[in-house]
């Protein structure tokens, strides 16, 4: 069984900063990448950054810039760290990683955490 646990998100004024953390635990053989996705009211859940194990990062074009990526991978941990945020970045977040337990990979998902900017 596996799990992904995150922390961090919450309330901040527009230009602010916040720190989102997620770790993964069970029965893990490999994690291939890992990352965060966001959902807006009224929106489908989309892309905002990912990371290999092997350190390569993606970024949604509206957050380059702003957030920074990062990931650990003797710990199965993956932060975003999300500065100079704007209203349109207020969503509940997502951690994913794409992982295999043994016999296949798979997506797993965090609980979700809400990430609220006012203006």
């Known amino acids: 069984q596996v799990q992904l646990v995150q922390s961090g998100g919450g309330l901040v004024q527009a230009g602010g900063s916040l720190r989102l953390s997620c770790a993964a635990s069970?029965?893990?053989?490999?994690?291939?990448?890992m990352g965060w996705f966001r959902q807006a009211p009224g929106k489908q859940r989309a892309l905002v950054a990912r990371i290999t194990s092997g350190g390569e990062t993606v970024y949604v074009d509206s957050v380059k810039g702003r957030f920074t990526i990062s990931g650990d991978n003797a710990k199965n941990t993956v932060q975003l760290q999300m500065n100079s945020l704007k209203p349109e970045d207020t969503a509940v977040y997502y951690c994913?990683?794409?992982?295999?337990?043994?016999?296949?990979?798979?997506?797993?998902w965090g609980q979700g955490t809400q990430v609220t900017v006012s203006s």
């Open positions: 069970g029965t893990i053989f490999s994690i291939s990448r």
């Open positions: 994913y990683a794409y992982l295999s337990t043994g016999r296949y990979y798979a997506d797993y």
